[in-house]
C-alpha cells in the first residue's frame, strides 16, 4: 500500500474557546515543523493570522452541524488519537484510514462557570463542552505517544518542551500535561453536575 506523504508529518490539532496566546503557540509549533488542523472560529482566527491551517471537516469529509455542536466527534479523528502507535495491527489499521497522525491536541474548554451566575439557562447549557473534554480524554489516554493541552499557561511549558527535544515532547512531560487533563475535566464536570441537581 502506498502510504501518503503527508501522513508521515507531525501534526496539531487546536480548538480553542479563549484565543489567547493563540498566535505565540502556531508560530511555535510551525517553527517546529508541525502542521495545524482546527475547525469553525479557531481555524478561521489561525488563518487569519497567517497561517496554514486545514479545516477538520477535511479530514473527516463531515461538515459542522448544528451550530458547531457536532464538529470533532467524528471517528477518523478519534482513531488517530487513540491508536496504539508501536502496535503493528493498529498501525496497518490506522493506516487504511488516510488520516493525519495527531501528535498534539490544544484545547481549552467552553467557559461553563464563567456564566452560572447570569441566568440565562439556554445560554449556560451551550456552554456544556462536549468535543473539547472528549478530544482532551482521548489524547490523554494516550499520553505514551500524545501532548494534550488544555491550560493556556502551559503553551510556553509545551514550546520550552518542544525546545529541548528536538521538536517532539518527552514522555514525562506528556504524561503531566494528561494528568492535569484528568483533573480539570473531573472539576468542570463536577460543576456541571452540582449544577444541574440544582437547576428547576
Known amino acids: ?9 507531525k501534526n496539531a490539532l487546536i480548538s480553542v ?3 489567547k496566546d493563540l ?5 511555535n509549533l510551525v517553527k517546529h515543523k508541525y502542521n495545524l488542523i482546527s475547525s469553525g472560529s479557531t481555524g478561521n482566527k ?21 451550530d458547531g455542536r457536532v ?8 482513531s488517530s488519537l487513540l491508536y496504539v502507535r508501536d502496535n503493528k495491527i493498529h498501525k496497518k489499521q490506522f493506516l487504511k484510514l488516510e488520516v493525519p497522525e495527531i501528535d498534539i491536541v490544544v484545547v481549552n474548554l467552553y467557559p461553563f462557570k464563567k456564566f452560572l451566575n447570569k441566568n440565562n439557562n439556554n445560554k449556560l447549557i451551550e456552554m456544556i463542552d462536549i468535543g473539547g473534554p472528549s ?3 482521548a489524547a490523554g489516554k494516550n499520553f505514551k505517544y500524545m501532548t494534550p493541552i488544555i491550560d493556556i499557561s502551559d503553551y510556553k511549558k509545551l514550546v520550552r518542551n518542544l525546545d529541548k527535544n528536538n521538536g517532539q515532547t518527552d514522555i514525562f512531560f506528556r504524561k503531566k500535561m ?18 444541574l441537581n440544582e437547576y428547576k
Open 135 to 137: 478530544l482532551l480524554r
Open 23 to 27: 498566535k505565540y503557540l502556531c508560530s
Open 178 to 195: 494528561a494528568s492535569k487533563v484528568f483533573k480539570e475535566t473531573y472539576s468542570y464536570d463536577k460543576l456541571i453536575y452540582e449544577w
Open 1 to 9: 500500500m502506498v502510504i501518503r506523504k503527508n501522513l508521515k508529518k
Open 17 to 19: 474557546y479563549e484565543k
Open 46 to 66: 489561525i488563518r487569519g493570522m497567517g497561517f496554514k491551517c486545514k479545516d477538520i471537516s477535511r479530514v473527516t469529509k463531515f461538515k459542522e452541524m448544528f
Open 71 to 78: 464538529k470533532t466527534l467524528n471517528p477518523l479523528i478519534y
